[in-house]
């Protein structure tokens, strides 16, 4: 049954194998992890990049999508209604065009790395919790009022 399972989850490929994530990826895919991918989702394979969900357990207004390689973040306030296209970073083909783009808001590969400006120290605990305190390259704070080693 191991061999089986094992099997289930390992998929030839042209550059070595695809096998599907059992937790979200904490970093951007590289190049032949992305050519892995685009070959199984390109031979019929149901890719999921996200096997951690999130859902809207404790809160409300909003509501997040899975498709595979990207997911859609709506904001379901009925006065703000807002989407955000997240698509794993270093796959370089986006499922849509550029006039299905239009529909978002915003798009962000995902985890993102482009850097975060951090405009109150209470902030700082949430971004170090995510572990992307090296991503921090701007504060628009006093720089004394940081406690944080």
């Not at 937790?23 to 892995?36: F, G, I, Q």
């Not at 951690?52 to 006065?79: F, R």
């Not at 798009?107 to 305190?133: C, D, K, S």
Request: net charge negative.
């Amino acid at each position: 049954m191991k061999f089986f399972l094992a099997a289930a989850l390992l998929i030839a490929t042209t550059s070595g194998a695809y096998v599907a994530p059992t937790t979200n990826y904490d970093r951007c895919l590289t190049p032949s992890e992305a050519d892995d991918i685009a070959t199984a989702i390109s031979n019929g394979i149901d890719v999921d990049l996200f096997p951690d969900k999130v859902a809207p357990d404790q809160s409300s207004y909003w509501d997040m999508e899975y498709h595979g390689t990207y997911k859609i973040l709506k904001n379901t306030q009925d006065t703000i209604s807002t989407s955000y296209l997240l698509y794993q970073c270093g796959l370089s083909t986006m499922p849509f065009d550029e006039t299905e783009l239009a529909q978002f808001d915003s798009v962000f590969p995902v985890p993102y790395e482009g850097g975060i400006v951090v405009t109150a120290t209470t902030q700082i605990p949430n971004v170090e919790i995510l572990g992307r305190r090296d991503q921090i390259f701007a504060l628009s704070i006093t720089e004394n009022l940081v406690s944080s080693p």
